[in-house]
């Protein structure tokens, strides 16, 4: 499967705006939170305000917030790394310390308090976006490791005909095509059936007591 | 305003709460070189003076102290801050006013506001120092215990990195207690400390939880001839807190100790002890405060005015006469070259210098160019 690239005469920025995403904010309910929310409403966003953190995100969700306070050493967030929700770390002091944290929370971004107006959009769109080509690279890495594995499993298949048949590779490809159209199943499903009876005769083949 | 009217600075000193012992040192070096400038004629004529106001230790009084000073009381510069919570707090208010904060307190690095001035030591001018002392005199297994925020969090974390460079470096134990603790947590951690047997402990322990961890540490008995406690902020006011002798042979890596012979230091000690009694001591909050109000008071003296855009260009760059020798404000971060040392804590609660830098060196708040042993800093030690 390709990556389909964007159409680059529309503005990716303008339709996620459009969209009115849901958005999860854990944050503690102060100044910087309410300035947080604030602007996310005015940006056209639909904001629920969360804290504290909660196990489980309300259905629904498309984008995260979280603050990192810092009285929290270790926020025990694992779910949210194995998430594949776009996050936005909120931290406090901007140095490695929560920098890391954020990082292993699996952030795609990283906004710093007093929280301004100015810079947040740019955080949610790079969020967002990285968020979406790594579920593409993703769905990409599955289809060509699918793909790697189908080719095993035909080359195997092939082998095992050519031995048993005594015929070339073309033909034995042929043998295996013919039999899938006939059957009406997949090349895959005809290269599978013959692995397990190539198994199976070796099997019988061998003295009994054997394992 | 006439020409004669005084000069308001803000100052923000909490007399209560659990740094409050640390800010009423700040406070005493303010006043001190506050009295001294108004002894020579103010500035340009104009008396100095300082709007003290209580934040409590409390972050958010910080905050609209800060505002208060500004908005209500017309004032272009503040002095004070102790925790990093407490700067952070503030930083906001001085960056919206576009006012001056000028933090006399060593902290964890990490920060850049053109509206601060960070006139403490830079963690490459005690942290590092202290690894690296620490590490050859003792070892590289290190058990850290420190305050629940940000400052102890991120001190370790630099420990960590320049212990670890070590073949044997470890980290046995990483703790942490709030501001509030009681003496018991300390005991429980102690205990710990015992049975882990690191080769020694790193404390970013503050406040006045401080004396709890040293008091814990002797009456468990151990001995701090084979496992001391190292700090960055145990200073001669934490130790004057403390039973007597307690932190006796435990280190602090500083760049000013109240037993440095310089002649700077031995003349403001005499106008100190006059002001503020013989038994009060001084250490390196007080003195950061005290060389801060005279570098303001100079770079006013240079163009008549505290307003940021005009007196930034002669704070930036300038250097001051300082009890612990020759700092100066560099320019491009805005924190002071600094001269790092070693203390060791004697008997009389005074620290015997063990080490100490022969040349200021620059700030590197972003700890961009850093290994254990910093050939910087180490070229330019000397060891007694």
Same mark, same amino acid.
Not at chain 2, 180 to 191: L, M, N, S, T, Y
Not at chain 2, 305 to 334: C, K, S, W, Y
């Given at each position: 499967?390709?990556? /389909? #690239?964007?159409?680059? /005469?529309?503005?990716?920025?303008?339709?996620?705006?459009?969209?009115?995403?849901?958005?999860?904010?854990?944050?503690?309910?102060?100044?910087?939170?309410?300035?947080?929310?604030?602007?996310?409403?005015?940006?056209?966003?639909?904001?629920?305000?969360?804290?504290?953190?909660?196990?489980?995100?309300?259905?629904?969700?498309?984008?995260?917030?979280?603050?990192?306070?810092?009285?929290? /050493?270790?926020?025990?967030?694992?779910?949210?790394?194995?998430?594949?929700?776009?996050?936005?770390?909120?931290?406090?002091? #901007?140095?490695?310390?929560?920098?890391?944290?954020?990082? /292993?929370?699996?952030?795609?971004?990283?906004?710093? &308090?007093?929280?301004?107006?100015?810079?947040?959009?740019?955080?949610?769109?790079?969020?967002?976006?990285?968020?979406?080509?790594?579920?593409?690279?993703?769905?990409?890495?599955?289809?060509?490791?699918?793909?790697?594995?189908?080719?095993?499993?035909?080359?195997?298949?092939?082998?095992?005909?050519?031995?048993?048949?005594?015929?070339? #590779?073309? #033909?034995?490809?042929?043998?295996?095509?013919?039999?899938?159209?006939?059957?009406?199943?997949?090349?895959?499903?005809?290269?599978?059936?013959?692995?397990?009876?190539?198994?199976?005769?070796?099997?019988?083949?061998?003295?009994?007591?054997? &394992? | 305003?006439?020409?004669?009217?005084?000069?308001?600075?803000?100052?923000?000193?909490?007399?209560?709460?659990?740094?409050?012992?640390?800010?009423?040192?700040?406070? !005493?070096?303010?006043?001190?070189?506050?009295?001294?400038?108004?002894?020579?004629?103010?500035?340009?004529?104009?008396?100095?003076?300082?709007?003290?106001?209580?934040?409590?230790?409390?972050?958010?009084?910080?905050?609209?102290?800060?505002?208060?000073?500004?908005?209500?009381?017309?004032?272009?510069?503040?002095?004070?801050?102790?925790?990093?919570?407490? !700067?952070?707090?503030?930083?906001?208010?001085?960056?919206?006013?576009?006012?001056?904060?000028?933090?006399?307190?060593?902290?964890?690095?990490?920060?850049?506001?053109?509206?601060?001035?960070?006139?403490?030591?830079?963690?490459?001018?005690?942290?590092?120092?202290?690894?690296?002392?620490?590490?050859?005199?003792?070892?590289?297994? *290190?058990? @850290? *215990?420190?305050?629940?925020?940000?400052?102890?969090?991120?001190?370790?974390?630099?420990?960590?990195?320049?212990?670890?460079?070590?073949?044997?470096?470890? *980290?046995?134990?990483?703790?942490?207690?709030?501001?509030?603790?009681?003496?018991?947590?300390?005991?429980?951690?102690?205990?710990?400390?015992?049975?882990?047997?690191?080769?020694?402990?790193?404390?970013? *322990?503050?406040?006045?939880?401080?004396?709890?961890?040293?008091?814990?540490?002797?009456?468990?008995?151990?001995?701090?001839?084979? @496992?001391?406690?190292?700090?960055?902020?145990?200073?001669?006011?934490?130790?004057?807190? @403390?039973?007597?002798?307690?932190?006796?042979?435990?280190?602090?890596?500083?760049?000013?100790?109240?037993?440095?012979?310089?002649?700077?230091?031995?003349?403001?000690?005499?106008?100190?002890?006059?002001?503020?009694?013989?038994?009060?001591?001084?250490?390196?909050?007080?003195?950061?405060?005290?060389?801060?109000?005279?570098?303001?008071?100079?770079?006013?003296?240079?163009?008549?005015?505290?307003?940021?855009?005009?007196?930034?260009?002669?704070?930036?760059?300038?250097?001051?006469?300082?009890?612990?020798?020759?700092?100066?404000?560099?320019?491009?971060?805005?924190?002071?070259?600094?001269?790092?040392?070693?203390? !060791?804590?004697?008997?009389?609660?005074?620290?015997?210098?063990?080490?100490?830098?022969?040349?200021?060196?620059?700030?590197?708040?972003?700890?961009?160019?850093?290994?254990?042993?910093?050939?910087?800093?180490?070229?330019?030690?000397?060891?007694?």
């Amino acid at each position: 499967m390709a990556i /389909r #690239e964007p159409d680059e /005469r529309r503005s990716l920025t303008g339709s996620i705006l459009k969209r009115g995403l849901r958005v999860v904010v854990f944050h503690p309910d102060d100044d910087d939170g309410a300035t947080l929310a604030n602007h996310l409403k005015r940006m056209g966003f639909h904001v629920e305000m969360i804290w504290p953190p909660r196990d489980a995100l309300p259905s629904g969700a498309e984008l995260v917030f979280r603050a990192l306070p810092p009285e929290e /050493r270790v926020p025990d967030d694992s779910w949210l790394a194995n998430n594949s929700l776009p996050l936005v770390a909120v931290i406090g002091y #901007e140095n490695p310390t929560f920098i890391d944290q954020a990082l /292993r929370m699996g952030a795609a971004a990283i906004i710093t &308090t007093p929280i301004r107006a100015s810079g947040l959009l740019s955080a949610v769109i790079v969020a967002l976006s990285h968020a979406r080509q790594l579920r593409q690279v993703a769905q990409r890495i599955a289809s060509l490791e699918r793909k790697l594995n189908d080719a095993k499993v035909l080359n195997e298949a092939k082998t095992i005909l050519m031995h048993a048949h005594g015929v070339g #590779e073309g #033909e034995a490809y042929a043998m295996i095509r013919s039999q899938a159209m006939a059957r009406r199943v997949s090349v895959d499903d005809i290269c599978h059936s013959i692995i397990q009876a190539g198994e199976l005769l070796r099997r019988i083949g061998q003295p009994p007591g054997g &394992t | 305003m006439t020409s004669s009217a005084p000069v308001k600075v803000g100052l923000l000193c909490s007399t209560t709460g659990p740094t409050a012992l640390l800010e009423q040192s700040q406070w !005493r070096g303010s006043m001190l070189a506050i009295e001294e400038i108004n002894e020579r004629g103010g500035l340009g004529g104009r008396e100095l003076v300082a709007l003290h106001r209580d934040p409590a230790s409390e972050p958010l009084r910080f905050r609209e102290l800060a505002e208060r000073l500004i908005v209500e009381d017309g004032v272009n510069v503040i002095f004070g801050g102790y925790t990093s919570t407490s !700067r952070k707090a503030m930083l906001p208010v001085v960056e919206k006013h576009n006012r001056l904060l000028i933090y006399s307190q060593q902290y964890e690095g990490f920060e850049f506001s053109d509206n601060i001035i960070y006139s403490g030591a830079s963690p490459n001018q005690n942290g590092v120092p202290l690894a690296d002392f620490m590490t050859e005199t003792y070892g590289a297994r *290190v058990y @850290m *215990v420190g305050s629940r925020y940000v400052y102890p969090y991120e001190c370790n974390r630099t420990m960590q990195e320049l212990i670890l460079q070590h073949p044997d470096g470890a *980290v046995l134990g990483e703790r942490y207690l709030p501001l509030d603790a009681k003496p018991g947590q300390f005991a429980e951690i102690v205990a710990d400390i015992r049975k882990k047997r690191p080769d020694f402990v790193f404390s970013t *322990v503050i406040g006045h939880t401080v004396p709890y961890l040293y008091e814990a540490y002797a009456q468990a008995g151990l001995d701090p001839c084979t @496992m001391p406690i190292g700090s960055l902020n145990t200073s001669e006011t934490e130790i004057h807190a @403390m039973a007597h002798g307690m932190a006796a042979g435990h280190y602090t890596a500083a760049p000013y100790f109240q037993s440095l012979h310089t002649p700077e230091n031995q003349a403001v000690l005499r106008r100190h002890r006059a002001r503020f009694g013989a038994e009060t001591p001084t250490d390196m909050n007080w003195e950061a405060a005290y060389y801060q109000m005279h570098m303001f008071a100079n770079a006013f003296g240079a163009c008549g005015t505290d307003e940021i855009g005009t007196l930034m260009p002669h704070m930036l760059g300038a250097q001051f006469a300082a009890p612990q020798g020759l700092v100066r404000i560099e320019p491009g971060n805005h924190h002071m070259a600094l001269y790092p040392r070693i203390g !060791r804590a004697n008997a009389d609660g005074q620290f015997d210098i063990l080490r100490e830098s022969t040349v200021a060196v620059p700030p590197d708040p972003y700890m961009s160019r850093q290994t254990l042993g910093d050939w910087v800093t180490k070229l330019a030690a000397r060891d007694y």
